[in-house]
């Protein structure tokens, strides 16, 4: 059963008290879909039933045929673009800047749909939503996988009735659905369009998200997971949280951002009981406003989702694996991104070229590093919105 | 008082039953520097008396000249080389392969020390200790600096008699010391030989060291420093660790040393309940080692002495700083070091050429990250042991 409204409605913006800006998608609704059948996981657990929470924007066609899926990374969700009440004080979407009528992701012209993974904790089923017994599944949740995210996300696209997608995208976790999605359901995809991402997590991507672990591990409050109804492990998931962000930034653009600039002081106050330097205080900031919308056992089953991922490992090789595939790449890196390196592109890029797919491969000047693919939607435009553009005119020519 | 010992004395070697590898210095033993006067601290603080603990190696010689200065970074302590029991089992001193007879610090020719820097926890006075009312100081300790670590240094060169040290030198935090003792007491000072790392701890430092301090932090057993006697936080100290060990090293040297090699499975097992990839059994390792032989108070003060680094700010300007040394450097970053990078050498390389210093750069190619000054000792030897060969002898003709 398809929940709350028909999928291609384009939400009307009503009156609303803030001034939403040029280029919104204004007001959004989060959209639910329940799933009956078993979701058999990788993992070789099963989920009898489970939902997603998705939006859309833009409308779409008769022909079914301009569906963009987004695919979120770690800590998005399925809230993209627009606002869900227009409080004066509320922020868009996760990707509003880059989602909307005339910008990168037109929804005049796209039909861009976005679900919240397995796993997660806005609106889609993971351990923290009710098992069968009423309570919630906690550990008992089965671990899940990059392919168990698009499995799902599949069933959402057959339920909209959209057989195939122009273009599925994502930076990050998102890219690798993006890669799984061209791999796994190759006859369904006609682009994907790969940011700041691998097609094989490393070593580093593995110990930062185990570090992030153990810090939830070691919150006497994660009490093995079976928190719920008490007190959250916010200490452990916040001390994960700013250890994640650090590396989602760039020396250069820390450096840029705080240097050595003091909090709230004009001279060192030699002391552990406050931030003292304003990178300090912003990782503090970080950590508590993360730890308000995250769940932390979600933050253990995504980030080992995240270190599961090599697409080439259930084909036999990476370039097994990408033989299947039969969609056209632009792949996108970041000069600054030194959690998903340039290397890391071209071990995607490299092994496409030899197949012959069509691939774009842009590695772009940026200092924001992984967090470029988020916050640099103006060095992107050209690139992601220049060849969307070009797909869908020759497509339509 | 000069405790157990006379500082030249090379303590002989007596049977094991290792086989101590040639170039080792033996068995040593830790001495102990007592001093009653007050050390006024950068922070306002005062120790109204303090212990050095430091080792020595070779012999000094009889106008006293050869002395060796080594300062160790953050996790180090006073035991740079040989062995303290001689049991089959014991691993030497932490820079063993580069101090000994006919190693880059050649013990045959110069006189080699380390002290545990204050504030630490081998030995030296830190958190651990007793304060004057016997009990742990734990958060009583003032505030330490790296300016102060040198002040106390100070005081054992002069109780040694060692009026100037033809070099001091030391990798990261040790480096951090190496300059200070430049600046602050140029006269005392013929060489520095500055080892990965920078004339002023960035953003990106104090980010990472931050986010240990709120590992330690959200421990409970931490129990706002007061935890002697007791359970000590151990869980929250190894988070620390395992971040920071993760910025010692490179994404290549991870990649080569683990790639997603599993640990004791052919498959992926799926679970959270053990580590499944060997790159997080060998962080929880380090972790656990390290909680068993350092202080997780000691790790907040020295955390923060490094952050707050920053040669230039007692004295107007980094160049104003520089200014005011007389010795020659040598300066040594690493390729893949993307804690301590090319540019923080530059910065220190550019201001001393101005200025008109005798000063060497090396930019060593090495996979190995910032533990490179650790670990490539094979690649340091021409260029580290090179120059002070060169030096002495030059110094000698």
Known sequence: MLANTHPATRWPTPPVTRSVAPGSVGLVQRQYAHFDSPLHLRSGGT??????????????????????LVCHALSGDAHVAGYHTGHP????????????????????RFFVICSNVIGGCQGSTGPSSPAPDGKPYALRF???????MVEAQRRL????????????????????????????????????????????????HIAFNETGRQAIYA??????????????????????????????MSEASLEHKFGRNLQDHETLPYTLAEPEFAVESYLAYQGRK????????????????IDYFD?????????????RTQCAFLVVSFTSDWLYTAQQALDLVEPLRELGRPVEHHHIEAPFGHDS?????????????????????????
Chains 1, 2 share one sequence.
Request: charged letters at 20%; hydrophobic letters at 40%.
């Open 157 to 204: 696209l057959d339920r909209l009735g959209i057989r195939k997608v122009f273009a599925v995208t994502g930076g990050s976790m998102g890219a690798m659905q993006a890669l799984q999605w061209a791999v796994a359901h190759p006859d369904r995809v006609e682009h994907v369009l790969f940011l700041a991402s691998t097609p094989r997590s490393s070593a580093l």
């Open 47 to 68: 989920l009898e039933r489970f939902t997603l929470a998705y939006e859309t924007y833009g409308t779409l066609n008769a022909d079914r045929s301009n569906a963009i």
């Open 311 to 323: 697409i080439g490992a259930d084909y036999g090789s990476l370039r097994a694996a990408l033989e």
């Open 290 to 305: 993360f730890v308000e919308r995250f769940d932390a056992n979600s933050y253990l089953y995504i980030t080992k989702a």
């Open 142 to 148: 089965p671990m899940v996988t990059v392919d168990d």
């Open 373 to 397: 693919f988020l916050v640099e939607v103006d060095l992107m435009t050209p690139v992601v919105g220049g060849y969307l553009s070009r797909a869908w005119t020759s497509r339509c020519e």
């Open 89 to 108: 004080d509320e922020k868009p979407g996760w990707w509003d800047d880059a989602v909307g009528p005339g910008k990168i992701f037109d929804t005049d």
């Open 219 to 248: 919150d006497p409050n994660w009490n093995n997971g079976d928190y719920y109804g008490g007190p959250a492990p916010t200490r452990g998931l916040a001390v994960a949280r700013m250890a994640a962000h650090i590396t989602y």
